[in-house]
C-alpha cells in the first residue's frame, strides 16, 4: 500500500486513441502532480494541482489534459498523442506546495505507436 | 534554470564495495532530496538535508549536504543487492520549485 495508486500501470496507444490516466491518493494530501519520466532525462513537473486548482503548468501540449475533480483524485486525459510522448507517467502527492516530501505512485508506462 | 548533475550515471558494483555518487549544481538549494527508484516502481524519498554540511545517515547510507548548499552527495557502505536502483537528486528552490537530477542508475551485483 504506496498511499498513491495509479492506473493503468501499462498503457499502448495508437496516435488517434483517446485514453486516460488514474492517480488516487489516499494520504489525505492537498497537493498532486504529474510528471514525466523519459530515458536519458530528469524528470519533468507536468502540472500542479493544489486544493483542486491548477497552479502549475509547465508548457505542456494541449494533447495532455489534466483534471482534478477533487483532492484524492488525479486524471491526465490523453489524445492525439505522438510517439516521442512514449514515457513514464507518474503521480505524486504532498501534504502542501512546499515540496519538502513527495510520495510518487508506481506510474503508467506509455507506449504510443 | 537550475540544473542538477548527478555523476555517475552509471555504476556497477559487486556486493560489499563501497561507492558515492554525486550531485551538483550551480545554483543554490533551500534543500535537498534524495530518491531510491526501483524498476516498476515510482520514486521514494530517502532523506531531506536542509543545512549546509549538513550529514545525515540511515544505516549504510551518509547523506552530506555541501556548504554552500549547492551540491550533495550519497555514500553507500558495503553495498547490497538490494541497494540496486536508480538514485535521484531533486533540489527546492525558495520558491518552492523542485528540480531533479538525471540520476544515478546503480546495479550491485551479487
Known amino acids: 500500500e504506496t498511499g498513491v495508486t495509479q492506473t493503468p500501470r501499462h498503457l499502448v496507444m495508437g496516435m488517434t486513441n483517446k485514453k486516460s490516466l488514474k492517480c488516487e491518493q489516499h494520504?489525505?494530501?492537498?497537493?498532486m502532480y504529474w510528471y514525466k519520466q523519459s530515458a536519458k532525462k530528469p524528470l519533468e513537473l507536468m502540472f500542479v494541482?493544489?486544493?483542486?486548482?491548477?497552479?502549475e503548468n509547465n508548457s505542456v501540449p494541449s494533447r495532455f489534459s489534466p483534471e482534478c475533480p477533487n483532492s484524492s483524485h488525479l486524471f491526465l486525459h490523453l489524445h492525439t498523442l505522438q510517439p516521442e510522448d512514449s514515457a513514464l507517467y507518474l503521480c505524486?502527492?504532498?501534504?502542501?506546495?512546499?515540496?519538502?516530501?513527495?510520495?510518487f505512485g508506481s506510474g503508467t508506462q506509455l507506449s504510443v505507436l | 534554470t537550475q540544473l542538477l548533475e548527478q555523476s555517475p550515471q552509471f555504476l556497477s558494483i559487486q556486493e560489499g564495495e563501497n561507492l558515492t555518487v554525486y550531485c551538483n549544481s550551480s545554483?543554490?538549494?533551500?534543500?535537498l532530496q534524495w530518491y531510491r527508484q526501483e524498476p516498476g516502481e515510482g520514486p521514494v524519498l530517502l532523506v531531506t538535508?536542509?543545512?549546509?554540511?549538513e550529514v545525515k545517515k540511515l544505516k549504510r547510507l551518509t547523506f552530506q549536504f555541501g556548504d554552500a548548499r549547492k551540491d550533495s552527495s550519497l555514500h553507500i557502505t558495503a553495498a547490497q543487492t538490494g541497494d540496486t536502483g536508480l538514485y535521484l537528486c531533486?533540489?527546492?528552490?525558495?520558491?518552492?520549485?523542485?528540480?531533479f537530477g538525471g540520476g544515478t542508475r546503480l546495479m550491485v551485483k551479487p
Open positions: 538535508v536542509v543545512t549546509g554540511g
Open positions: 545554483s543554490v538549494f533551500s534543500s
Open positions: 494541482y493544489n486544493f483542486k486548482e491548477q497552479t
Open positions: 531533486a533540489g527546492e528552490n525558495a520558491g518552492n520549485m523542485l528540480t
Open positions: 505524486a502527492s504532498s501534504h502542501g506546495v512546499k515540496r519538502e516530501k513527495l510520495f
Open positions: 494520504l489525505g494530501h492537498n497537493a
